[in-house]
């Protein structure tokens, strides 16, 4: 997640409606579509009922084998193929590519970000001062996966007051936006706050916290490894070969634009709704910068899932095999939410996304809120994970499931 300083700006009042999807020509999908589209309207304006001059929309895209659905609650962005940002749900293109380099033998998820390289005298992680983190000697790869390896987060948090660094008290990232919007920031910039701060949560291992800037590691690991760029290395591995075509992943912070058509995003303080739709994605590399469509969406989770997306069922099994932690709900940059199945969550300023495959039913669903409201964004994100367990059972489908 990603809070920023926000200027008023004007915006013009969005009209509650829906849309039907064209291809749905029998008689009983054209029923399932009408009562999902009247269930979003529904929940949406429950959910917005009491935040006044909230803006935005949601958008929900479900594959099933009684086939496909889509449902918009503003007509102005009721395009199937609208583009719209979904934040941290990137971390299941990093966790892919990470696996698909253990699986060719390019890396061993087990070794130390010390360690040497398979055939190769460097180690993962540079040996160069931005990477002399906290612990550096005793965190592997895979517990920057599963978010045990206690690297402080600098996007999400300050710095501690107590930190002997220029940043001490503030936050590094809109510390540096403040004074240069378009700022580029790079993989050796953010590791290298938390090494000169001395920054940490806790000793590898033993704990879980949430780390963006773990999979910022990821991706620098990934273009070692590589020789590629991670956007490039994303591109030739996933996107292309499963025509995920309406896919990019912008890494210059000049890069602030939506390939149109998109989905206007919008940051609500509890008051006011402020048009954030353009941003400066660079410091998300790797681990929240990839912009999308549901189309897209849709089919990258599902095949990930199943084994189908470059990496083999094996490698998946792999990545959701601890999954089940008894205190964290978190694999190997994949996760489940009861009743929906396996995928990840993501939310930056604009937007709040959820992506969920249920292998049991092959049943896909995709939900873009096209605004966060920072006053509260894990209400919202419920209230989507509501949206999604009422389209599964108009269309018949369980949420039971814990999976």
């Known amino acids: ?52 001059n909230l803006l935005g929309a949601v958008a929900i895209y479900i594959t099933s084998p009684k086939g496909n659905f889509y449902a918009n609650t503003d007509t102005r962005a009721s395009n199937i193929n609208a583009h719209f940002r979904i934040a941290s749900a990137t971390k299941t293109f990093t966790a892919a590519s990470i696996m698909l ?87 050796d910039e953010l590791l290298g706050v938390v090494a000169a701060c001395d920054l940490k949560f806790f000793p590898p291992n033993t704990d879980y916290h949430y780390s963006d800037t773990g999979y910022s590691l990821l991706g620098k690991i990934i273009e070692r490894v590589s020789g590629k760029r991670y956007s490039e290395f994303v591109r030739d591995n996933f996107l292309i070969p499963n025509s995920l075509n309406q896919t990019s992943l912008p890494y210059l912070g000049s890069d602030t634009k939506i390939p149109v058509p998109y989905e206007t995003g919008y940051a609500y303080d509890g008051a006011t709704s402020f048009d954030v739709t353009e941003d400066n994605m660079s410091v998300h590399v790797s681990e929240g910068n990839v912009i999308t469509t549901v189309l897209d969406l849709a089919n990258w989770i599902r095949k990930l899932v199943r084994g189908e997306a470059g990496v083999s ?19 190997l940059g994949i996760s489940t939410v009861p009743g929906l199945g396996y995928g990840h969550e993501g939310g930056t300023n604009g937007y709040l996304t959820v992506a969920r495959y249920d292998p049991r039913q092959d049943v896909t669903v995709i939900i873009s809120a096209s605004v966060i409201n920072w006053k509260d ?24 499931e814990k999976f």
Request: net charge positive.
């Open 101 to 187: 380099l253990n699986q060719q033998g390019k890396l061993n998820i087990n070794d130390l970000i010390t360690a040497p390289i398979p055939g190769s005298k460097e180690s993962y992680a540079p040996n160069m001062p931005d990477y002399n983190i906290p612990y550096k000697n005793q965190i592997t790869i895979k517990m920057l996966l599963n978010h045990r390896a206690g690297v402080f987060d600098v996007d999400n948090n300050a710095i501690p007051k107590e930190a002997a660094c220029p940043y001490a008290g503030r936050n590094y990232v809109l510390s540096k936006e403040t004074v240069s919007p378009e700022h580029t920031f790079t993989f």
């Open 1 to 52: 997640m990603k809070k920023k300083l926000f200027f008023p700006c004007l915006v013009a009042a969005a009209a509650v409606s829906f849309f039907a999807n064209c291809y749905a020509s029998d008689t009983q999908k054209g029923t399932y579509q009408a009562k999902i589209n009247s269930m979003l309207s529904d929940k949406w304006h429950s959910y917005t009922a009491d935040k006044p």
């Open 313 to 331: 069922a094996d490698t998946v099994k792999l990545m959701t095999a601890e999954i089940h932690n008894p205190n964290v709900n978190y694999g």
């Open 377 to 400: 964004y894990v209400t919202e994100m419920y209230a989507l994970y509501d949206i999604g367990r009422a389209a599964k059972n108009i269309l018949g489908y369980s949420t039971e």
